[in-house]
């Protein structure tokens, strides 16, 4: 079981928005695309020249059965060599690691382009999602209010751990 990033550049969210169940020869697991909010927003960030690498939406390809089972990215820019992160995967694909895995690329990636720290939000009623970035070697700074998800827990990865 291996998942793969693969970058959202414009054309393909475009044909996403279009036809939301396959991306050229990549099958789309029901569930594994974001709100189009997020699309919006990535769309948005793109067409003002924000750069890719940060703007953009990755879908976590399973490179076996060459399908989209979930998709993550970087919420906003970095600051002072810190980015945050966000994921989903698909109902039907949960519990196998895809996220784990996902969002292990994500780190990866964020590491790769010299940043020292990678954040993430879990909701404190999502343990599956809490257990994802336990997995991912993330450590539990303790807990905030935010408007959209009541009580999170926050959680950051170094890049010396």
């Given at each position: 079981m291996?998942?793969?990033?693969?970058?959202?550049?414009?054309?393909a969210?475009?044909?996403?928005?279009?036809?939301?169940?396959?991306?050229?020869?990549?099958?789309?697991?029901?569930?594994?695309?974001?709100?189009?909010?997020?699309?919006?927003?990535?769309?948005?960030?793109?067409l003002?020249?924000?750069?890719?690498?940060?703007?953009?939406?990755?879908?976590f390809?399973?490179v076996?059965?060459?399908?989209?089972?979930?998709t993550?990215?970087?919420?906003g820019?970095?600051?002072?060599?810190?980015?945050e992160?966000?994921y989903?995967?698909?109902?039907?694909?949960?519990?196998?690691?895809?996220?784990?895995?996902?969002?292990?690329a994500?780190?990866?990636?964020?590491?790769?382009?010299?940043?020292?720290?990678?954040?993430?939000e879990?909701?404190?009623?999502?343990?599956?999602?809490?257990?994802?970035?336990?997995?991912?070697?993330?450590?539990?700074?303790?807990?905030?209010?935010?408007?959209?998800d009541?009580?999170?827990?926050?959680w950051?990865?170094?890049?010396?751990?």
């Amino acid at each position: 079981m291996t998942i793969m990033l693969r970058a959202f550049d414009l054309a393909a969210i475009a044909a996403l928005m279009d036809e939301p169940d396959r991306l050229d020869d990549l099958v789309v697991a029901e569930g594994a695309l974001p709100p189009g909010f997020v699309f919006e927003t990535a769309t948005r960030a793109l067409l003002a020249g924000g750069p890719p690498l940060w703007c953009t939406l990755y879908a976590f390809v399973h490179v076996e059965s060459r399908a989209i089972v979930g998709t993550g990215g970087f919420k906003g820019l970095p600051v002072d060599g810190e980015i945050e992160i966000g994921y989903n995967v698909a109902p039907s694909r949960r519990r196998a690691g895809y996220a784990t895995q996902g969002v292990e690329a994500l780190v990866a990636l964020a590491f790769a382009h010299r940043q020292r720290r990678v954040t993430a939000e879990t909701s404190i009623r999502n343990l599956a999602s809490r257990r994802v970035v336990e997995k991912a070697a993330f450590e539990r700074l303790g807990q905030r209010m935010t408007d959209e998800d009541g009580w999170v827990d926050c959680w950051r990865r170094d890049a010396s751990a």
